[in-house]
């Protein structure tokens, strides 16, 4: 396990710096991801400027919401966005030379890359939730930034789970980025807005379906205060590291059983 | 004319392979749909008939935009395909052959835009009209307008991305720009929110961009909020715009021939 660390981090750290030859692209990455989020923000406050509140939730209170994905999601970005190039390796036959060298495929795919923009995200969240914090009277103490951690890691493990299974994929088809980009946005639209404003069925469609709610929605409802403890679906406040775990857990047996019926693309 | 036809529908084929990647879109559209008549049904519970503008126009406003956001988006395949030909040195055939490279991408990209409108646009159109209750253009004549409005639109936003596509022989890689292009122009095309929204400062900064051409413009005419007069004129704007930027895109190919770097070459 150790050694499995050490391998890594030594994989990442090459990926780092190869990356970091390209200083232009990596400041206009970063900046790039800023203003992609500031206009993201700028619609939202757009739109609560005009009306006062959504589904009873404020602006700030939806930053906070915001903020809280983008945190999760910078974790993703940073170490994992590079899923989404599986298809290529595999149709390039990049992932056959992982395979025959003695070192796990799996490993050695998850730290053949690194996206740098993910440090923007970071930039981003952290801000954002600070800005937001200072105009909501929340209460805080160690419980919930023990919490919060908790919550922004089981978000970098859920986006991880859905997409290294739709990464699967492309064992079968050898295409799969197009779908795993695809579901990135719907679950960015969700993201953006509290799910209380929806109907019902699309409140089961992402808490059960597609459980991406339980990347922000739910902890942000407790964190918030906004969710009290007498409430029948309180409970799911507190899922989200269970949900994280579970989706891991099925996506990693989907990767298994990609790899063992796997035969190269022959190019 | 024959030849633009012809690379018009080998684009149409090729989209068309792929077949599990399309119901997901499919999904994901009807998803994004639904999500735009929730947010606007919750807000004008706060204020009915803001900004002069009923629900129902409201709603078939966004519900709209999601439906030609199908076919027609920032960043679209025209960046990406310039690009990547500009990577791996595909590009120096385009410049040896005798044909036309701005026409020939056009053609290609009328393609899959008919395709992507035929197979997704048709349906989710469908989809906003009977379940989510978006409107039918006023009129006959309304309707009409919109299809031209919509074209040049699809134009502009052409040509925007095929600029953008340019880019990618003067500065390599242009995956980074296109994160904060795709967001500057959502922001001011009104696929997100009508401009109409937009405080003093913000709508002045629409006002001299191109890009409220491609949604906004379009969206105005469908839903019938802009008077005959508006309307001529919103559309001579769109015409403005269409031939100043096909005109920079002829110029940027000619300059690219000079400029090219090929990497690895």
Known sequence: ?267 | MHLFWSFARQAFHTSAIYRFDFWLRMVSNFVWMFSEYWLWTVLYTQKAGAFNVTLEQMVTYAVMASVIGMSIRPGGSVAYQIATKVKNGEIIMDMLNPLDFHLHTLARNVGETLFLTATLGVPSFLVGHFVLGMRLPANLGQGLLFLLSLGMGYGVIFSLNYLLGMMSIFTIDIRNISWAYNAVVRFFSGSDIPLWLFPLFLSQVAGVLPFKCIYFIPLSIYIGKLGAQDTLWAMVLQAFWLAALAVVGRFAWQRAHRHLTIQGG
């Not at chain 1, 499995?4 to 190869?18: C, N, Q």
């Not at chain 1, 890359?113 to 981003?124: H, K, P, R």
């Not at chain 1, 103490?141 to 919490?147: H, K, V």
């Not at chain 1, 922004?152 to 991880?160: A, D, K, N, P």
Request: glycine share 6%.
């Open chain 1, 1 to 267: 396990m150790i050694e499995t660390l050490r391998m890594y981090t030594k994989l990442i750290g090459m990926s780092f710096r190869s990356r970091m030859q390209f200083r232009t692209d990596f400041i206009v990455g970063l900046v790039s991801v800023v203003v992609l989020n500031a206009f993201s923000l700028a619609t939202i406050a757009v739109v609560l400027s005009r009306f006062q509140n959504l589904a009873g939730w404020t602006i700030w209170e939806i930053v906070f919401l915001y903020s809280l994905w983008v945190l999760g999601h910078s974790l993703f970005s940073l170490l994992f966005w590079h899923l989404e190039d599986l298809e290529y390796y595999i149709i390039e036959g990049t992932f056959d030379m992982f395979l025959v060298r003695p070192l796990n495929p799996f490993l050695q795919l998850l730290g053949s890359e690194i996206n740098y923009t993910g440090f923007a995200d970071m930039l981003v969240g952290g801000v954002g939730m600070a800005i937001a914090f200072n105009h909501l009277t929340i209460p805080w103490g160690l419980w919930q930034s023990i919490y919060l951690a908790v919550v922004v890691l089981s978000g970098t493990l859920i986006e991880f789970s859905i997409t290294l299974a739709l990464a699967c994929i492309a064992f079968w088809t050898g295409r799969s980025a197009s779908s795993i980009n695809t579901v990135m946005q719907v679950s960015f639209v969700i993201q953006r807005y509290p799910v209380d404003m929806y109907g019902r069925w699309f409140q089961v469609f992402v808490t059960c379906l597609l459980p991406v709610a339980f990347i922000n929605y739910y902890p942000a409802k407790l964190l918030l205060g906004k969710i009290a403890p007498g409430d029948p679906w309180y409970w799911l406040s507190y899922i989200s590291p269970l949900v994280a775990m579970t989706l891991l857990g099925l996506a990693a047996a989907l990767w298994k059983r990609a790899l063992r019926q796997y035969s190269s693309t022959g190019s």
